[in-house]
């Protein structure tokens, strides 16, 4: 009876580790199809929730860097010297996608409307307050310097002017082109797209992929490597996300498509997540990355395309001298720490990353750090650059953009996703662990009874 009893024990154990066994890829299989249902961007879905609203407050935070020796600069040639001036802080992309329309090839249009709203009590002062900075009008493409000399003497304009924060940002009526300028402007009214990406339907591994923007590949870098549109827009990616794998996006921003590679496993409001960095080489020179040999538009202000940390977008802002660069030159050459002074780069205050998380691709924080620089250099026709030795990739002002998912979110994903997971894994691994072990138990004592009575056979 009692080696009957051992036996059917043993079996018992065995069946409910194998139940264990079983349930370890029927559950991920249940988890994978619900995941894959709920990543497509179709109406009511959890991906098109948060894809056409972005639920979580995002905020543009912008440091000038204001010039402390604008009189010197001009002259006497003088280095220029900077001094960080900031945040202001205005909330953003909190207008909804529009214009969505589902197309027959499985991918979505729509346009991004552009709005900011100024928040005072995450500023330093007001919109209203003075900034020394740079001339936007007076940097222009060196062409353009015959005419641009007249136009100076006539509207009596200088390198350097003092503008309050709402004007630079957003645009002021210049007096020397008859015209509004400004860092953003137009903005507010105005839209970025229209989008093409893939819902995800036929083939989740594409969802949220850009297939076109503004109707068509990108055309500024006059090559079709840098010319590809990679990835998504990085607010999210194709779930089920490989470590090992980098991942792309594109951004309107700087007119071209950039990689970010895993960094580090963080816990976020108790949601694992995988950090993604961009790495130095995004923006080095094409001496050390081959890749970027087509974003270099300019052999003489590039000192033959050895300068790394700056991408010249001037070939998608209308001829505009715009450099884009990481918050004070990060990962950039020395020669632009020197050639304007008071800038001091440190990595976990200026770099971008993106916080994803892993099974269903949504990325739950982020901060996009992006520094505006123009360019001027010497000239001999106009009378304000005749004191200028070279050419300067000038830092105008430097953004954060970042968003974080609110408690109230992080709830719901944590009982929709992350505790429905942990429950599923923790009755595999009771099944598995309890059925091996009175499996192994009960093979002990059947052994131990088969010996007992074998030795009083014996004797």
């Known amino acids: ?44 879905t959890t991906a098109f929730d948060n894809w056409n609203a972005t639920g979580a407050m995002v905020y543009r935070q912008f440091w000038f860097l204001e010039v402390k020796n604008p009189t010197e600069i001009v002259q006497n040639g003088a280095t220029p010297v900077v001094r960080e001036k900031g945040p202001y802080t205005y909330r953003t992309r909190y207008l909804p996608k529009e214009n969505i329309t589902f197309n027959p090839n499985n991918t979505v249009s729509f346009l991004l409307p552009f709005g900011a709203i100024f928040e005072p009590s995450m500023s330093v002062g007001s919109e209203e307050d003075k900034v020394v900075s740079l001339n936007l009008a007076v940097a222009v493409s060196e062409w353009l310097h015959f005419i641009l000399q007249n136009m100076i003497k006539s509207s009596n304009s200088s390198l350097f002017h003092s503008r309050t924060v709402k004007e630079l940002l957003w645009g002021y009526p210049d007096p020397m082109l008859n015209g509004n300028v400004g860092l953003f402007y137009p903005y507010n009214g ?47 990616f194709p779930p089920f996300v490989d470590k090992k794998k980098p991942l792309f996006f594109f951004s309107s921003d700087i007119c071209r498509s950039v990689s970010a590679s895993f960094s580090e496993s963080l816990n976020l409001k108790g949601i694992e997540v995988y950090r993604y960095t961009l790495l130095p080489s995004t923006l080095a020179a094409p001496v050390d990355n081959p890749d970027n040999h087509c974003y270099c538009r300019d052999k003489k202000t590039t000192k033959n395309c050895t300068v790394a940390g700056v991408l010249d977008t001037s070939s998608c802002r209308e001829g505009k001298p715009v450099y884009i660069s990481l918050p004070h030159f990060l990962y950039g050459s020395p020669s632009l720490r020197k050639d304007v002074l008071g800038l001091n780069p440190v990595e976990e205050h200026h770099m971008t990353f993106l916080d994803v998380e892993p099974t269903t691709g949504f990325t739950l924080r982020f901060a996009k750090r992006i520094q505006v620089n123009m360019m001027y250099g010497p000239s001999k026709v106009i009378t304000l650059l005749n004191k200028v030795k070279d050419y300067t990739v000038f830092p105008v002002v430097w953004l954060n953009e970042t968003a974080v998912l609110d ?27 309890s059925g091996l072990a009175i499996f192994g138990l009960c093979f002990f004592f059947y052994c131990v009874v088969q010996c007992n009575n074998n030795q009083g056979k014996l004797v």
């Open 1 to 44: 009876m009692i080696k009957c009893g051992l036996i059917a024990g043993a079996v018992f154990g065995a069946v409910v580790a194998i139940l264990g066994g079983v349930l370890i890829p029927l559950g991920n299989s249940i988890i994978e199809g619900t995941v894959k249902k709920e990543a497509v961007i179709e109406p009511g």
């Open 190 to 236: 105005t839209s970025d797209g229209p989008y093409n990406v893939f819902t995800g339907e036929d083939d989740i591994s594409k969802v949220g992929i850009i297939d076109r923007w503004r109707g068509e590949s990108l055309s500024f870098w006059d090559d079709k490597y840098c010319d590809m549109i990679n990835g998504t827009d990085a607010s999210s």
């Open 407 to 433: 408690d109230e979110t992080a709830d719901m994903f944590k009982e929709e996703l992350v505790s429905r997971i942990q429950l599923l894994e923790t009755v595999q691994q009771v099944l598995l662990g």
